[in-house]
């Protein structure tokens, strides 16, 4: 019994910060707040946020950058090289919430972009609207892993309108999912 309540503070204190499980529950209808959602999703363990850019670049602007901006309650912040017009924008409830339910369901990932890095000069990760991946269940995205297309198929029901992956340009080692401009 000694064991069991010099355990529970610190099982409390996983679970207050996050650190137990990815599981739950997303269907429920009412709106979501982009901070509620970055909150869980950073503590997530079956998610990774690169830390710096796909380019090597640290600019405050990466995958981490930008979730931890979100949960803070902040805009996240956009890169400003290349093609990238800087400034901040905030993400959109939907990706998060797409996100979460993915992570829900199972799949372990590695995000590498939502707004940072350079993209197209019309790219919807400059409207916080896109996320980049490059490792889906352990494996990199490419023809040799076999969940690539489940999830980007999954990322579709889930609202995504613009979806890229192996075989198309620019693609060959990362999924691009992107939610519709409102």
Sequence with gaps: MKRFILFLPLFALALGAGFVSCSGS?????????????????????????????SGRYDGASARDNINQT??????????????PGGYVRLDPRMLRAVKILAEEGYSFNVTSIAGG????TSRHYAGLAIDINRINGRHV?????????????????GATETLGPGDRGHSTHIHAAWPRT
């Design 26 to 54: 997303s269907a429920s209808s009412r709106p979501v707040r982009a901070e509620s959602v970055a909150i869980w999703l950073k503590n997530c363990t079956n998610i990774t946020w690169l830390p710096r850019q796909v």
């Design 71 to 84: 949960a803070a309650g902040h805009a996240a912040k956009r890169s400003s090289y290349g093609t990238a």
């Design 118 to 121: 350079s993209h197209s000069r």
């Design 142 to 158: 490419g023809y040799g892993n076999p969940y690539w297309r489940k999830f980007l198929q999954r990322c579709r029901e889930l």
